[in-house]
């Protein structure tokens, strides 16, 4: 095992009525000045933005609104953020939403206290922010895990890059499964393919002997692998939803990345996809997945292995180790097909006027994925996607 040290900075509140039960108790602890972050409009159908106000009201809070942050969220739209968070004196950030109003706010909270751009800050300077405005997340279509970690994905469209920007944790996330039930059915499937994703991209790296991590990591899969099919048999299930909102928080929450480094080579390739396309992220991984690790197969055969007798079940009598790891990348492949996933670029609708190659020369290679990937290879991986 690699030496860790783990400490976790964000409370979670979990369950139906987190946030009428925790909220308050939150919000007592900041400033007046609140920036309300939602994405396109979904929390006031759903009417969570009802209930949130009637919360920020009661607690004598003057409300800012930053709307409209859209799927993959641009760097202009951080901007923006910064801008209101900065002219309105923000005292907390609670953003609503899923991945992408939250990520956007870990940016603005850090862009807000920074006097220079913070891309260039990172990127050309190797600077990492350590001024904050408070921030709370309520979470509202599950999948990523974002409430739980620093890291956001921010899309770049001046540099058509869709990379990782450091910013803040969460002070607090609201994971109340009721608040996901409104989610569409294809985003609550592309969501936990997004958390399975995690999982597998954190099993498959270093070090790859057996070890407690990757057993927990083992449990989180099959979990989310029962509750997907669950989910799909009863779109009602509360069970279900629950389980899969804290799948999806434990596969970023540090637990299972403990003395691991990890690989999510697939995630960048796919990052990469979604800043030449905006394609949906659980689906590209979907895409994706099955036919890169066909790439790797030689290099990871023995965590293959593992993952089929592990996760999927997969009688090993009788097989080689290859044979199992072949009998993984089945099982996955399967599965993507059986719970409605898209197998090809072209049933994402991402045509074949798409710039493959520019999107395989600017994928950033990971230290921890088991092969190291030209442009040529990543261009085949691409074209045997479409
Ligand atoms: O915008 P609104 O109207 O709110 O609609 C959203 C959006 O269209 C809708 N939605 C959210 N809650 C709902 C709901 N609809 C009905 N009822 C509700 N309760 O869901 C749609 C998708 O939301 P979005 O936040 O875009 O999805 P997701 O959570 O999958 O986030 C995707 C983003 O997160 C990044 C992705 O790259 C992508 O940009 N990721 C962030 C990660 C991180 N920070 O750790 C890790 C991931 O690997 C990922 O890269
Ligand atoms: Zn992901």
Redo the contacts with the bound molecule.
Sequence with gaps: MNAFTYNYPVTVYFGEKAAADNLPAELAKVGRNVLLA??????K??G?YDELMGILRAAGKDVTEFS??????TYDKVREGAKLAKDNNIDLILAV???????CC?IVSAQAKLDEDIWDFEYSKGGKPTEFIPMGAVV???????E??N?????NTEKMM?S?VWGAFYDFAILDPI??????MK?VI??AF?SL??SMETYMGMPREVNLTDEINEATQRNIIRNIRATLANPQDVKARSELVWAAAMA?NGILKTGKATDFQC?ML??QL?AYTDC???QG?AVLHPVLYRHYLPEAAPQFARMATEVWGIDPDGKSETELAEAFIDALSDFIKEIGLPTTLSEMNIGDDTDFRAIAETTVRTGGCPKKFTTEELLHVLDECR
């Design positions: 939602y994405g396109g409009g979904s929390v159908k759903t969570i409209g942050i859209m799927s993959n969220p939403g899923g991945g992408s109003v939250i990520d870990k509202t279509a599950f999948g990523t895990g974002a739980m970690n890291g956001a994905v921010i899309t869709k990782p608040y996901t039930m409104t989610m569409p985003q592309s969501g997004d994703s995690h970023e995630h796919e990052h979604g949906n992220h659980g991984l």
